[in-house]
């Protein structure tokens, strides 16, 4: 179906769903909503999500975010494990197993958000702890105000070390950090002047790392008149984030980059369904929370111009497998093999962040996905052992082959497949029974249909 | 086990005793060794006299027990295969009217060789019985069920028969069996087949058990002994290709500084063997063979010294050691000759480590004369560390470690050695500060009559409160006691050591051996304990777990840990013999 989106109403479209006979909230709706505000899920989570209005369960993603004691515990556990290595390729591994595990799935997925917005990568800053810190700050404001957010962000030690404006001296502004702060964090491209970033780089004079901590050195700081964005005066760096954040582009830069991220690859949001959020979002304070509410519990992220309409990332593909199956796996492999499809979290490929949308798929990651499922369903470690795939099917009343089939397919896929893919499925699952198991083989046929890489 | 490879061991097992009987026991002389059948052109022989006792010692031994309760076993039970193994198994048991232990006790009672002769290039399998009577009714049972077996399959055995001297004689493919007595007797090669048979009718006295070189063999083997091996070295080296004439330039510096120097002799040496002791105290496995201090090269003198009389000190065991070594070896030879004993890529390893030392040393040739200050007897220990009162506790608890020398002249390298420490934590010092590492503060401390030069690192906002860095493992520190210098990863070790060398002599007293080596396994399961939830947290990244199951993991590892007491490792060599001694000992707990 054609999208078609400058026709629709903005009214409509950001309106609360309700569920109707047309439009009725089931399985398909709820495993959507559960594919984009979470990292997918099983079937538990599937029918607590079904057990409540859409609304209800999109208020409870973005406010109930609260993670048990008990696995607070174990996520420190594992941070102070990983730390102690030294090296920040592990983190990844230990971010894989808290976004597997969290049940504040949607504070993840905002975290991740913002680590693609404010990419920062490991392979230049080096130090583990910084990233680790990066990290925990993003998370913290991951669902609060991006006014803060991008404040804390600026003297971050991890992201100047990155954007090499460790020592920013007054003789010499260093324009990097500046120019993505107005390019890529706040404004977007072409709403700004090469002199706009040569003043904002004068205003961050003098913020410095000293022993890994962010320090102010007023000596270094350049303290005269700068002109930015139409506004003059002696501003320092804070003043000079505000002054980016008060023009009119940066909420419906944010905005249209969050309906990218939540609702649809392409096209680019119309401004007519950007502005009437960008206004709410600006009024609000930059306040995240409802602005994510609001999108996701809308007529428009229900409709068929949102469902199926994004590719699934290679870390939204394999971590909706795991949970969609309430399984786990070796996370240092599975980082390995994120690496591979071009997704290695603290490893963003350069400043802009990843791409995602269709650069997530060619041929060769497409082969690359089916490998690594299949590599998922052999392997003897976490729960993809033999036979269990069966045995978690049996204790939620799946009896029959063919209800194995729809049972998977209503848990990984989108869309609903060709009925001859489903035949083929079908047969492939008797067959597997016959020889009993094991039945990761059909999961791996399953994750070769084009449908699976939708998301 | 698959039910297929438990159909082909039957088969196999009732082809070897499917060989006529015959009234032959009367014929056979008695044969206490299974080696008085065998030519004495035999080259490989080895033999378990007793497999029953062995089998018991494994099967019964408590760590056994402990392994049959994890759940990992009961689940492997629980499994199709298994399921089929053990059905088979137990029909199998029916049958013969015994157990399988029952069966294998009858059987072997009278032990079991192989041998290799290769003057009919002939391989030997001996078993002898607990009598004849026995040996036919397994033979009768065995064959029941495989007739049953291939005639259900529509098939036929293929055993052809024949006959030599009044004895049948049975072959399957290549393999000959022949029941003669008590002795289940199989072979590869028909030649090889009747010269045992001659053996065992005749009584021929030239046979391998009094071969001057098995006799010798005989005399070097411990006692008890649960099986053992033994090769003609002498023999294999004429027959080209098989032994290499001496051993090659190694590439591998650890095994040559371990082992090096008796494989170097092992070229000169007649035969070597190999014995295993098995008992519910311990697993004890040795290696010897005839040594003369006249078979050592010149090359490896570093390893035996020159009359080949090197012995190694006494080891050091600490409060908490895990592994202590104690060698007689002279590194500056070793490193100045490593054109003689490595291959050229490690030799230019050895001459670029030689150039980066002697710089790191100011200017010091790091071979001749900074290994050469050191007399040819090290001691190394490796100790866990309690962290005690410390201030900083990092989440990762390396195990602290140090080496003792004895200085040849205990007044000159004193000084020398203190500069060159100076240098080396400057050194690191600056390397650390440009990868962003702590620094180190020097220390000098005053010490039970000497003084202990330390290095500890400074704590930094690293260490938080989620976990102090790697670094805090450290402290490294030098000491002088009399001609000792002790060189030790932490404060604490070094104050141990310097205690330790002043309050004994023993340090002084030189042991038998040339390499002694201690393992401590309940001080590697403190260890392990020390670093649980390091270890808990890794499993479950690394393996997929939850906590709970990591947790049960972790503590199967310590708890296996707990049913060892220690592992030893020890070389000696005189002018009769040299021998490499391998034993783990168990816990009381675990017999």
């Not at chain 1, 964090?185 to 040569?198: A, S």
């Not at chain 2, 030599?164 to 072959?171: A, F, S």
């Not at chain 2, 005989?218 to 080296?237: D, H, I, T, Y």
Request: aromatic share 8%; glycine share 8%; charged share 25%.
């Amino acid at each position: 179906m054609p999208l078609e989106l400058n026709a629709i109403d903005p009214d409509w479209a950001w309106r609360t769903f309700e569920p109707s006979d047309e439009s009725p909230w089931n399985d398909r709706l709820a495993a959507h909503l559960l594919r984009r505000a979470a990292f997918g899920g099983g079937r538990r989570e599937l029918d607590a999500v079904l057990a409540v209005t859409p609304a209800e369960a999109v208020r409870r993603l973005v406010y109930e975010t609260r993670e048990p004691p008990e696995l607070e515990q174990t996520l420190r556990d594992l941070s102070i494990a990983v730390l102690a290595t030294g090296n920040p390729r592990n983190l990844t591994a230990w971010w894989l197993y808290r976004l597997s595990e969290t049940p504040a799935q949607l504070r993840e997925k905002m975290t991740l958000f913002w680590h693609g917005h404010f990419a920062t990568g490991a392979d230049k800053v080096t130090d583990i702890r910084l990233m680790f810190e990066q990290n925990q700050l993003l998370r913290r404001h991951a669902l609060g105000s991006f006014s803060e957010l991008v404040h804390d962000v600026s003297k971050d030690p991890a992201m100047l070390l990155y954007l090499d404006s460790a020592t920013n001296r007054k003789a010499h502004p260093n324009e990097n950090f500046a120019r993505e702060v107005m390019e890529l964090f706040c404004l977007g491209e072409g709403l700004y002047t090469e002199k706009d970033v040569q003043e904002l780089a004068r205003c961050f004079t003098g913020w410095e790392i000293r022993n890994e901590q962010f320090r102010f050195n007023r000596f270094q700081h350049d303290d005269g008149e700068k002109s930015i964005l139409g506004r003059t005066g002696p501003f320092g760096g804070e003043a000079g984030i505000d002054i980016v954040l008060e023009q009119e582009s940066c909420p419906r830069f944010l905005v249209a980059k969050l309906m990218r991220y939540f609702l649809f690859d392409e096209p680019e949001p119309p401004a007519a369904l950007v502005d009437p959020l960008a206004r709410d979002f600006r009024a609000s304070g930059f306040q995240t929370a409802p602005l994510i509410e609001r999108m996701l519990s809308s007529n428009l992220f229900f409709s068929d111009h949102c469902l199926a309409r994004k590719i699934r990332s290679p870390l939204e593909f394999v971590l909706g497998i795991l949970r969609g199956l309430e399984s786990r796996t070796d996370a240092y492999a599975l980082r390995d093999e994120l690496e591979h499809l071009g997704q290695m979290l603290f490893y963003p490929p350069n400043v802009k962040g990843w791409d995602g949308g269709r650069a997530w798929i060619d041929s060769s990651t497409l082969l690359a996905r089916a490998n690594l499922v299949r590599q998922l369903v052999d392997q003897q470690k976490g729960r993809f052992a033999e036979g269990e795939i069966r045995a978690l099917a049996l204790g939620y009343g799946v009896k029959s082959t063919s209800e194995l089939v729809d049972w998977l397919l209503g848990l990984l896929v989108a869309v609903p497949i060709p009925d001859s893919a489903r035949a083929e499925l079908i047969q492939l699952t008797q067959a597997t029974m016959n020889r009993g198991g094991p039945f990761g083989e059909v999961v791996h046929a399953l994750s070769t249909l084009p449908e699976f890489h939708l998301g | 086990m698959s039910i297929g490879l438990l159909r082909r061991s039957l088969f196999a097992a009732a082809m070897l005793l499917s060989a006529s009987t015959g009234a032959l026991a009367d014929k056979g002389k008695t044969f206490d060794s299974p080696a008085r059948l065998l030519p004495a052109t035999t080259v490989f022989y080895a033999e378990v006299p007793r497999p029953t006792e062995v089998i018991a010692a494994i099967y019964d031994h408590a760590i056994a027990d402990r392994l049959r309760a994890a759940p990992e076993y009961k689940a492997a039970l629980a499994t199709p295969q298994a399921f089929v193994f053990n059905a088979g198994l137990k029909l199998v048991e029916n049958r013969l009217g015994m157990t399988w232990r029952e069966a294998v006790a009858a059987l072997t009672a009278g032990g079991v060789a192989v041998a290799f002769d290769p003057a009919t290039q002939g391989g030997a399998l001996l078993i002898r019985a607990r009598d004849e009577a026995t040996l036919q009714q397994l033979r009768d049972s065995l064959l029941g069920i495989v007739r049953d077996e291939t005639e259900k399959r529509g098939q036929e055995i293929p055993l052809k028969s024949a006959e030599y001297r009044g004895i049948p004689v049975q072959q399957l493919g290549d393999l000959k069996f022949a029941l003669a007595g008590p002795w289940l007797i199989a072979v590869n090669k028909d030649e090889l087949g009747r010269n045992i048979l001659d053996r065992y009718l005749d009584g021929t006295p030239d046979s391998l058990a009094a071969h001057p070189q098995m006799l010798a063999a005989k005399e070097m083997l411990p006692s008890p002994v649960s099986g053992w091996v033994w090769a003609n070295l002498q023999q294999l080296r004429h027959l080209g290709g098989v032994l290499p004439q001496t051993l090659q330039k190694t590439d591998n510096p650890v095994a040559e500084l371990m082992i090096g120097g008796l494989l170097g002799t092992l070229g000169e040496s007649p035969f070597a063997l190999a014995a295993v002791d098995v008992n519910p105290n311990h697993l004890e496995l040795s290696f010897l063979s005839p040594h003369k201090p006249a078979w050592i090269d010149p090359a490896r003198e570093y390893y035996f010294g020159t009359k080949g009389t090197g012995r190694a000190p006494r080891l050091l065991d600490l409060e908490g050691t895990l592994l202590s070594l104690s060698a007689y070896r002279d590194l500056s030879a070793m490193w100045l000759r490593s054109g003689d004993l490595f291959v050229d890529r490690i030799d230019a390893g050895f001459a670029e480590a030689n150039a980066n030392l002697s710089t790191l040393f100011g200017g010091k040739d790091f071979g001749e004369d900074i290994l050469g200050a050191f007399a040819p007897e090290m001691q190394l220990v490796v100790s866990r560390q309690s962290f005690d009162g410390a201030e900083t506790i990092p989440a990762i608890r390396v195990p602290a470690f140090a080496a003792v020398f004895r200085l040849r002249e205990s007044d000159s390298g004193r000084d020398e050695f203190r500069r060159m420490f100076v240098n080396l934590i400057g050194f690191l010092n600056i390397v650390g500060a440009m990868n962003g590492n702590p620094q180190m503060d020097l220390r000098t401390i005053a010490h039970s009559g000497t003084e202990i030069h330390t290095a500890t690192f400074v704590r930094d906002r690293r260490d938080d409160a989620l976990a102090a860095s790697i670094h805090h493992n450290f402290s490294p520190s030098i000491a002088f006691t009399e001609n000792r210098f002790v060189i030790a990863s932490t404060t604490p070790l070094a104050r141990q050591l310097v205690d330790r060398l002043a309050s004994s002599n023993d340090g002084d007293a030189p042991s038998e051996e040339n390499t002694s080596l201690k393992i401590s396994f309940p001080a590697i399961a403190r260890i392990v304990d020390d670093n649980r939830r390091q270890l808990i947290a890794q499993n479950m990244l690394a393996e997929g777990r939850n906590r709970e199951d990591a947790e049960r993991q972790i503590g199967l590892l310590i708890e296996g840990l707990s049913l060892l007491r220690d592992l030893e490792f020890r070389i000696t060599a005189d002018d009769q013999r040299a021998s490499i001694r391998l034993k783990l000992s168990f816990e009381e707990s675990s017999k």
